[in-house]
């Protein structure tokens, strides 16, 4: 998992509209953040999952226009 959000941060580096892109580095975040013990870290990783969820849903929303 951990592996895999390099390459979603690169694809989206070169495209940022990428919304497929920002669903899966989101799970990658939520799974990360469910085997993590440290709190700060745990919130850290939580507060990237749903900034990407957003990012996400805002870009379902312009296709949608």
């Given at each position: 998992?951990q592996?895999?959000i390099?390459?979603?941060?690169f694809?989206?580096?070169?495209?940022?509209?990428?919304?497929?892109?920002?669903?899966?580095?989101?799970?990658?975040?939520?799974?990360?953040?469910?085997?993590?013990?440290?709190?700060?870290?745990?919130?850290d990783l939580?507060?990237?999952?749903?900034?990407?969820?957003?990012?996400?849903?805002?870009?379902?929303?312009?296709?949608?226009?």
């Open positions: 998992v592996k895999a390099p390459d979603f941060t694809a989206l580096s070169l495209d940022g509209n990428i919304k497929i892109a920002y669903e899966y580095r989101a799970r990658c975040y939520r799974k990360m953040s469910e085997a993590e013990q440290d709190p700060a870290k745990k919130a939580i507060a990237k999952a749903e900034a990407d969820e957003q990012k996400a849903e805002s870009l379902k929303k312009e296709d949608k226009k």
